[in-house]
């Protein structure tokens, strides 16, 4: 498996641009659960970003590791 480094992406929350670093195939997994709810990036990242324990980044990691396990029915 090759693995690719963290891409760059500048998002909106409330207003403020902020970068979020993050794997490409974490990048692919929030643009589908964001899809999925009707969400802008912008949208599901603000969402998170309110309700976050952590930095960002994790939180969004996270994210995904949930939707993922949800999916596969644990």
Do not use: Y
């Not at 090759?2 to 490409?24: D, M, Y």
Request: proline residues 3%; aromatic residues 2%; charged residues 30%.
């Amino acid at each position: 498996m090759t693995r690719k480094s963290p891409a760059k992406r500048s998002v909106l929350i409330r207003g403020h641009r902020t970068s979020i670093s993050l794997e490409p195939a974490f990048w692919d997994e929030i643009t589908r659960i964001a899809h999925h709810r009707g969400l802008s990036i912008n949208a599901l990242v603000t969402e998170i970003d309110e309700q976050r324990e952590t930095n960002l980044s994790s939180a969004l990691r996270l994210l995904v590791l949930e939707n993922l396990k949800h999916e596969a029915g644990r």
